[in-house]
């Protein structure tokens, strides 16, 4: 019995007994539908997160201020203290200190409101240094970035995210016009270019003044020197780790630190940014992934309880095939073909019903999915290998009935 | 030339748990090319054991079968499967079409198993369909014919191969008389043209067709002076 016979018989016999094989492929359509968009959910969340991470800039290390240990002996906890200052920033800056480190930008950061006219809105204040689009890899669309000399003045000027331009001014034509921060009013200069690599991105909102006008005119604070991170560009990929050595010893120095654990700050890479948002979502993703097998091997089980029943009903089929010539291998092979049939159909459904969810659940959930061709190929490969799997029993209980008994059942 | 079917001594006993019982006893009967033999007895006389050897749906306990000059008492699964694919036709009481097939579609079935390429099967179960006088009726599936007519697309399929024998087990037991008169009447026409037939029944009027009757009682095969008796009997 050739190859095409078996796939016409199996065929045949899945038409013939629709509602019976529906069911049957639902379990697997469930089941593969699961896996696919678990995987999907996994990819899109971590590809997210990637992209914010690339929107820091490329090369890039950034220094958060870490925990401290105050005269007591009372370690604080991370981030609890101011304790990078803008002086940090400035000394990294130094060729001797760090000959691999590029461009270093400090910045402070808080929430602000906004006015312009009736239109209020409340967004991320940045106070930072000029050379902070070179570290972040980010230019202005028209006007200008603040320069040295807004710096040395503290003067009362603003770049906008192009979101927060057009929430205020409803256009980024705005260079030259005018907002109020708490009474103070401050000049538009420019507008940043969109970023554009992630959806949820919160790159695009932000408004950005001079060190010197946030920390001495508009926020203040006690320590006003102090920022909350200092930006580090490295020349290239290759020095980065160079660029991370000097940075760590020039602020261990500064900061006085004996020891590495006693380090009052921290220093992450884009990568190690990368794995730690990534591992939650890893945590999450193997456990969806694991009831998204459990629910495949359900419906792998189904297969094989509606192939007993089909063979069941199917005695006196068997018993004909048999005496007319079939072999116990081709009985066996009928029903297997038969079983990799349900589990194709399935894994196509189970694909296309994917491919829905896909365009379904970032409209309905926060969530982006991404199906990869590679990974339904896999899935509609292992739909066929469960469609196998659970039909070798049944199949060959089929294939060893013997032709009389078969034949006498009534 | 040798007899299509020759059984020396075969018996077939069945063993369940230390239950042993002798279905068959001693039996030794030859078949020659081109007879009409029907085989009869009443029910438990050992008729279905003998059927199912014959068809090689079963192999004896003890003795020798020799089908088409072949010895297939003592073949394996495989071996028995091909044997009833290329020397022996079925004809069953419950006719045993597939229902999802169309008539000239389960006439092609048996071809299927020998492997022939599809035109060919396609030629060969138009033709045996046409032998039966239902050319007309190919595509058709088993639920649109009569009884009858279901019953003459078995004998396509059991004549496509164009076996060495074909056997009817009770083929008129589930149809009227009229049906009856037409499959009886389409077997002695397939006897006419040469085909050697054995017609297992317990029915005398349907036994008579046949040029010689073999009577089986208790798992023996009665000597021909006791037929009179058998036939009183059945």
């Known amino acids: ?410 | 030339m040798n007899p299509v079917i020759q059984l020396i001594g075969v018996g077939k006993t069945y063993t369940t748990g230390s239950l042993s019982v002798d279905a068959l006893r001693g039996v030794t009967l030859s078949i020659e090319q081109g007879e009409f033999v029907a085989v009869t007895g009443p029910s438990g006389s050992g008729k279905s054991t003998l059927m199912h050897i014959l068809g090689c749906l079963d192999v004896p306990t003890v003795g020798l079968y020799r089908l088409a000059g072949e010895d297939v008492s003592s073949l394996g699964d495989d071996q028995l499967a091909e044997v009833r694919n290329k020397h022996l036709g079925f004809v069953f009481q419950q006719f045993n079409l597939l229902a999802f097939l169309s008539a000239w579609r389960n006439v092609e079935l048996p071809l299927v198993y020998s492997g022939l390429p599809p035109h060919e099967r396609r030629t060969r179960a138009l033709d045996a369909l046409e032998q039966v006088g239902l050319a007309d009726r190919a595509h058709h599936r088993p639920g649109e014919l009569s009884g009858g007519q279901q019953q003459r697309v078995a004998v396509a399929r059991a004549l496509v191969t164009e076996p060495a024998l074909i056997l009817a087990d009770e083929p008129t037991g589930n149809l009227d008389s009229a049906a009856t008169a037409d499959v009886l009447d389409l077997l002695d026409d397939l006897h006419d043209r040469g085909r050697t037939i054995v017609l297992i029944t317990h029915e005398h009027d349907v036994a008579q067709r046949a040029e010689r009757i073999i009577a089986v009682h208790d798992g023996t095969i009665v000597p021909a002076d006791g037929l009179a008796v058998m036939g009183a009997s059945i």
């Open chain 1, 1 to 410: 019995m050739k190859g095409r016979d078996l796939l016409r018989t199996a065929l045949e016999a899945v038409r013939t007994h629709k509602l019976r094989s529906a069911l049957t492929v639902l379990g697997i359509t469930i089941g593969i539908t699961a896996v696919i968009l678990t995987v999907g959910l996994g990819a899109g969340a971590k590809a997210d997160v990637r992209a914010q991470i690339d929107e820091l800039g490329t090369n890039v290390l950034v220094v958060s201020p870490g925990s401290t240990t105050d005269s007591s002996g009372v370690r604080g906890g991370f981030g609890s203290a101011s304790t990078l200052t803008m002086s940090d920033a400035n000394s990294l800056a130094s060729d001797v200190v760090g000959p691999d480190i590029q461009a270093v930008a400090g910045a402070s950061t808080s929430s602000a409101s906004l006015v312009n006219g009736d239109t209020n809105w409340t967004t991320t204040l940045v106070g930072t240094t000029p050379s902070w689009t070179e570290v972040r890899s980010r230019g202005v669309s028209s006007g200008r970035f603040i320069t040295a000399a807004d710096e040395a003045d503290a003067a009362m000027v603003v770049v906008l995210g192009p979101d927060t331009a057009t929430e205020l001014f409803g256009t980024t034509e705005v260079t030259g016009r005018e907002l109020t921060l708490d009474g103070n009013t401050l000049e538009v200069i420019g507008v940043l270019e969109p970023l554009t690599s992630s959806e949820e991105t919160t790159n695009n909102d932000l408004a950005i003044v001079p060190f010197a006008t946030y920390s001495r005119r508009l926020i203040g604070g006690t320590t006003r020197d102090a920022v909350s991170e200092i930006y580090l560009k490295a020349d290239s990929e290759a020095t980065l780790s160079g660029a991370y050595q000097q940075a760590f010893r020039a602020l261990a120095n500064l900061h006085g630190t004996t020891s590495d654990d006693d380090a009052d700050f921290s220093i992450a890479t884009q990568q190690s940014i990368l794995e730690a948002s990534t591992s939650v979502d890893r945590t999450m993703t193997v456990m969806l992934g694991g009831i998204a097998v459990i629910s495949l091997l359900v419906g792998g089980i189904g297969v094989m309880n509606i192939m007993l029943v089909s063979v069941s009903e199917r005695i006196r089929e068997i018993g004909l095939r048999k005496a007319i010539g079939a072999r116990p291998r081709h009985i066996r092979r009928q029903f297997l073909v038969e079983a990799a049939v349900l589990g194709c159909i399935g894994g196509l459904l189970g694909v296309a019903l994917a491919g829905v969810g896909a365009i379904l659940l970032p409209r309905i959930a926060d969530a982006r999915v991404i199906l990869s061709l590679g990974s339904s190929l896999l899935a509609i490969v292992i739909a066929v290998g469960i469609g196998v799997v659970f039909g070798v029993y049944p199949a060959s209980r089929a294939a060893r009935l013997a032709p009389i008994d078969a034949l006498r059942n009534e």
